[in-house]
């Protein structure tokens, strides 16, 4: 069996390489975020941005370039994801022009419509875990969610929503 054939097979049987496929295109994003993570703030500021998506490593990952218009001056950072098809799971990585820093990856994969995608990281010298959810992805828009936890993963406080809305 070749290995074009056997990637054919893998995802007609439905191995998640094509889960992200909803995301490619063009997107107009609506940002919500928390003005202080694992303080019990409640403040949230709201901005908008760009995002754009695309396939690569043929279909076994993508990548979307984002313009994020925060309050005090715009600036652009990528994802990254990459899926493993061993695993049968994506990873996720943030990559922030800012600091010109890679991010840890979260790891996870799409169950009922819902993906969950988890890692461990620092957040201002502290050991977080986070949380990305993928939810309501339909033609025209999705929601990502991103949560940290300060207790292992016993609780998880979102301090950014980010809402897609299909670009005409």
């Keep these: 069996m070749t290995g ?10 439905g191995d998640g390489r094509l ?9 107009t994003v609506h940002h919500r975020r928390l003005r202080t993570r694992l303080s019990a703030d409640t403040r949230w500021e709201e901005f908008g941005g760009t995002c754009a998506a695309l396939p690569v490593l043929g279909g076994a990952g993508n990548v ?3 313009v994020l218009h925060l309050p005090g001056g715009s600036y652009r950072a990528l994802s990254i994801r990459a899926f493993d098809p061993a695993r049968r799971q994506w990873s996720i990585w943030w990559l922030d022009a800012r600091d010109s820093a890679i991010g840890k990856p ?3 994969r799409f169950s009922d419509g819902v993906g969950t995608f988890l890692g461990d990281d620092m957040w201002q010298d502290r050991p977080v875990r986070v949380r ?3 939810s309501g992805m339909t033609v025209h828009s999705a ?3 991103q949560a940290f936890s300060a207790d292992g993963g016993a609780s ?3 301090n950014w929503v980010m809402d897609f809305r299909r670009a005409p």
């Design 132 to 134: 990305f959810l993928w």
């Design 106 to 108: 979260v790891h996870g």
């Design 156 to 158: 998880f406080e979102t």
């Design 64 to 66: 979307d370039d984002n």
């Design 4 to 13: 074009n054939h056997r990637d054919r097979l893998a995802m007609e049987a």
């Design 19 to 27: 889960d992200f496929d909803f995301l490619m295109g063009t997107w």
């Design 143 to 145: 929601r990502w969610e």
